[in-house]
């Protein structure tokens, strides 16, 4: 069987100089020139804000998040998978409630962190308003900067871009 699972090559006793591997001597590593940048996964879909949108992007997102487990072994920490969900459900939900047309919900993400970006039509951006436990809604970019390392807002030409950066393992 191939050293990876799904792999029909055998692993080689020993590499040479010229294989397009890294070589570790000594705790050093040593590269051999063929060292390649790994791509993030990305995904994105598209939502027109008709009823059931809303699921439909947390459905996605854990997806996402489960091809993410597969295909580069990330391990969120504890309740880290239900945060993200519940992050990208308040960003979604943002878009829906104060843009007048379709939204655009972007998923980028490793091993440790995913950042989620949400693209809608209204030019406005988004209020943070203050804590106030007594106060009936409004609290999405409140969770949204609770549970994201970093938030991001800015316009672009279509109309604005809410971006958070969630950490799987803190």
Not at 12 to 38: A, C, N
């Amino acid at each position: 069987m191939g050293y990876e699972d799904g792999c029909d090559s055998d692993r080689p006793d020993r590499l040479s100089e010229r294989d397009s591997m890294t070589e570790h001597l000594g705790g050093t590593v040593i590269p051999t020139g063929f060292d390649v940048p790994v791509e993030p996964l990305r995904r994105a879909a598209h939502y027109t804000g008709e009823p059931g949108c809303i699921a439909e992007a947390r459905d996605f997102a854990a997806r996402f998040l489960e091809q993410l487990r597969t295909e580069w072994c990330a391990a969120p920490d504890g309740r880290a998978g239900g945060e993200l969900l519940l992050m990208v459900s308040e960003l979604v939900t943002n878009a829906d409630r104060h843009s007048d047309g379709p939204y655009i919900l972007e998923l980028e993400g490793t091993d440790s962190c995913v950042t989620v970006s949400v693209y809608d039509s209204s030019s406005a951006l988004p209020r943070r308003y203050p804590k106030d436990p007594a106060r009936v809604g409004r609290h999405g970019l409140e969770i949204v900067h609770a549970l994201a390392a970093d938030v991001s807002v800015e316009r672009v030409p279509v109309g604005k871009r809410v971006r958070a950066r969630f950490e799987l393992r803190r």
